[in-house]
């Protein structure tokens, strides 16, 4: 991987695009590659990030599926990555308009992502400890949002084809932690 080149960043997820952007200091390469105020970071470690963002989400959908993650408890469902999709594909269908500043999907997903790394007894979560969910394993994500109008599109793409909500239930721990290593 070489440096960031000097046009704006937008990281490949799924089949959508989705752009980082550093937490109040400008979007594009500037925050996906660490220019604004950071330290400078290659687009290739940009991209490789993003996939492990990707494999959180595919994890969760796995989890979720399978009764793993407790979609039936009433705390944990309205924050669960089954819920976000949900919603997001009803916006996505009825053509709502999100805010360029608003990043409340990322943040959602950034706490579902904490209550998996940590566990979270009141919703029944054990600390899942893999790696994958750890801040300090990735402290790439630190200081970095992504807008909603970016991320609810990949999520979205992730999600369905032509309109039906994908099952990863049948994605197996040897497909996922094939995708991972790779």
Not at 22 to 51: D, H, I, T
Request: glycine letters at 10%; proline letters at 7%.
């Amino acid at each position: 991987p070489g440096s960031c080149p000097p046009w704006p960043a937008s990281i490949a997820m799924t089949s959508g695009r989705v752009g980082w952007r550093g937490s109040g200091r400008g979007g594009g390469a500037a925050a996906a590659c660490g220019r604004a105020g950071g330290p400078r970071l290659s687009l290739g470690a940009a991209f490789e990030n993003s996939l492990v963002f990707l494999y959180r989400m595919l994890f969760c959908l796995h989890a979720e599926a399978r009764g793993l993650l407790p979609v039936d408890n009433p705390h944990y469902e309205p924050q669960s990555l089954m819920q976000v999709r949900r919603d997001v594909a009803k916006q996505q269908d009825e053509d709502m308009t999100y805010s360029e500043r608003s990043d409340r999907l990322y943040s959602n997903l950034r706490a579902l992502f904490r209550i998996v790394d940590e566990g979270e007894p009141a919703f029944r979560v054990n600390a899942y400890n893999g790696g994958l969910f750890s801040p300090s394993g990735h402290p790439y994500f630190e200081g970095r949002s992504i807008s909603d109008p970016q991320i609810a599109p990949a999520i979205d793409l992730l999600s369905r084809i032509d309109g039906e909500f994908v099952d990863f239930r049948e994605l197996s721990v040897r497909h996922l932690g094939t995708i991972y290593e790779e």
